[in-house]
C-alpha cells in the first residue's frame, strides 16, 4: 500500500525558508523509473508542478522558481525533503508530494499541507 | 514556458456526456495524463498515457489523443463526477511537468 506525508510549518513569515518534508511508504525511490515530484495549489487556483527527484538522484525544477527550489532525497528514512527560499504571501498554497510511477505518472498524492505565507 | 491549454468550464445533463479537451504542441510526442479534484481533496489519477485508465476508476472515464489534444470523455455522468479536471504532462525534453489550468466540470 503506497501512501505519502506532508510535513512542515503551516505559517512562514516572509522572506523566510519554507522546508516541506515528504514521508513515503509501499515503493523505494531506489527502483529504477520511480520519482517524487512536489506540486502546489493557491487557494481556488490550479495545480503547479515545482519539482522531482528520481531514483538516479537527478532533479529537475519549474523553470519560474528553479533559482529559489532545492529538491533532496533521504533513501534509507522514506523522505524527499523541498525548501523554497524568499517566502512570499503568493506562495501561500497547499503543496502536495506525489509519487511519479514509469507507467502511470503521478499515481499517488499525499493529502497536502496547506503554508500560509503572511507576518 | 510550455502551456497546457484546457476550458475553464463544462456543463452538462446527468446521463449526458462530458468532453474536456487539452492542447499543446508537445502533445504528440509526450503523454498526457489526468486528474480528478474534489474540493477539498486531493487529486486522483483518472487517465494516465492517453487512454489508460487504473484500477478502480469507473469505465465511463475514457481518454484519447489527436494531433496536439488530448481529450478527457465521461460518459454518462453523474453527479459524483462534479469535480475540477487538470490534465498534466510534460514538455518536448520530458523532464519538466506541466499541468493544465484546469476545468469545472459542473453537473446540471
Known amino acids: 500500500q503506497v501512501t505519502l506525508r506532508e510535513s512542515g510549518p503551516a505559517l512562514v513569515k516572509p522572506t523566510q525558508t519554507l522546508t516541506l518534508t515528504c514521508t513515503f511508504s509501499g515503493f523505494s525511490l531506489s527502483t529504477s523509473g520511480m520519482c517524487v515530484s512536489w506540486i502546489r495549489q493557491p487557494p481556488g487556483k490550479a495545480l503547479e508542478w515545482l519539482a522531482l527527484?528520481?531514483?538516479?538522484?537527478?532533479?529537475y525544477y519549474s523553470t519560474s522558481l528553479k533559482t529559489r527550489l532545492t529538491i533532496s532525497k533521504d533513501t534509507s528514512k522514506n523522505q524527499v525533503v523541498l525548501t523554497m527560499t524568499n517566502m512570499d504571501p503568493v506562495d501561500t498554497a497547499t503543496y502536495y508530494c506525489?509519487?511519479?510511477?514509469?507507467?502511470?505518472?503521478?499515481?499517488?498524492w499525499g493529502q497536502g499541507t496547506l503554508v500560509t505565507v503572511s507576518s | 514556458s510550455y502551456e497546457l491549454t484546457q476550458p475553464p468550464s463544462v456543463s452538462v445533463s446527468p446521463g449526458q456526456t462530458a468532453r474536456i479537451t487539452c492542447s499543446a504542441d508537445?502533445?504528440?510526442?509526450?503523454?498526457a495524463y489526468w486528474y480528478q479534484q474534489k474540493p477539498g481533496q486531493a487529486p486522483v489519477l483518472v487517465i494516465y498515457?492517453?487512454?489508460e485508465r487504473p484500477s478502480g476508476i469507473p469505465e465511463r472515464f475514457s481518454g484519447s489523443s489527436s494531433g496536439t489534444t488530448v481529450t478527457l470523455t465521461i460518459s454518462g455522468v453523474q453527479a459524483e463526477d462534479e469535480a475540477d479536471y487538470y490534465c498534466?504532462?510534460?514538455?518536448?525534453?520530458?523532464?519538466?511537468?506541466?499541468f493544465g489550468g484546469g476545468t469545472k466540470l459542473t453537473v446540471l
Open positions: 506525489a509519487r511519479i510511477s514509469p507507467e502511470r505518472g503521478l499515481d499517488y
Open positions: 498534466q504532462s510534460a514538455d518536448s525534453s520530458g523532464f519538466y511537468r506541466v
Open positions: 527527484i528520481d531514483w538516479d538522484d537527478d532533479k
Open positions: 498515457k492517453d487512454s
Open positions: 508537445a502533445l504528440p510526442k509526450q503523454y
